[in-house]
């Protein structure tokens, strides 16, 4: 399909994506959306943000274990970070 309309940038860089172009695309308020840069111009596409854990499973069972040794008291800060490298 080859469609084009145009649309002006104001003062703060913004640009309205007309309303057919977001039709065809399904945009909807709220939407997230890339835009490319390639040798024969700008490329803009609907896009989906996944949010990634910050932990792995093995790191959240290790927090787990911490977490259930609350009000454990180490003499030194060498014993506390053996121990949790121990887990």
């Not at 309309?5 to 709220?30: D, H």
């Not at 996944?50 to 180490?74: D, Q, S």
């Amino acid at each position: 399909m080859n469609y084009s309309e145009t649309a002006k940038m104001t003062s703060k860089g913004q640009v309205t994506i007309p309303s057919t172009i977001r039709e065809i695309l399904k945009l909807e308020p709220g939407a997230t959306v890339m835009f490319k840069v390639t040798d024969r111009g700008v490329i803009l596409s609907p896009c989906e943000i996944i949010e990634k854990p910050v932990h792995t499973a093995k790191e959240w069972k290790k927090i787990e274990k911490l977490v259930a040794e609350k009000g454990k008291v180490y003499k030194t800060t060498g014993a506390a970070k053996k121990h949790i490298k121990s887990l």
